[in-house]
């Protein structure tokens, strides 16, 4: 979705993030990869908009990214923390995918079987009532391109 939306204009937010690089990434591209004590010393310089440790991983996203005509992939907790930023404009839209399906997608890309499964059990926790929350429920399973066009139609 986020790709979609970049190919029609929309420019991504590249976040900070302590975790390993995996296959395939480019530093500054996918994530800014910096060490878990310079991810520290931005968050008490107050550097990041919204912040969130995942399995012992630091993710962040710089104040100065947070502007118009901008995509952000963020769980509940980081948009919550961007929301009640009162200089940033948050237009919030959950994919609804069955958890089939997006178990299928973290085994394609090559994540470990018992870490897939142990994200699909904490998402279940980390995402409940999120739908209450965001502008706008899209259907996951839908093509990416509708999704993002009906995105586009409704910021």
């Not at 590249?14 to 530093?27: A, F, K, L, W």
């Not at 870490?115 to 739908?131: A, K, L, P, T």
Request: hydrophobic share 35%; aromatic share 12%; charged share 30%.
């Amino acid at each position: 979705m986020e790709k979609e939306l970049v190919a029609r204009g929309i420019k991504k937010i590249c976040s900070y993030t302590t975790r390993p690089i995996r296959n395939g990434e480019t530093d500054g591209v996918d994530y800014y990869f910096i060490s878990k004590e310079e991810f520290k010393h931005k968050l008490e310089e107050g550097f990041f908009a919204e912040h969130t440790v995942y399995r012992d991983w630091y993710y962040g996203t710089a104040k100065e990214d947070c502007l118009d005509d901008r995509v952000l992939v963020a769980n509940p907790h980081g948009l919550r923390q961007l929301k009640n930023i009162g200089s940033i404009n948050v237009h919030s839209f959950y994919i609804k995918t069955d958890g089939r399906i997006r178990l299928i997608r973290m085994l394609s890309r090559g994540d470990d079987i018992m870490e897939c499964f142990r994200r699909y059990f904490s998402d279940m926790g980390v995402f409940q009532n999120v739908e209450e929350e965001v502008d706008m429920i899209l259907d996951g399973e839908s093509p990416s391109r509708y999704l993002a066009e009906k995105i586009l139609v409704n910021i």
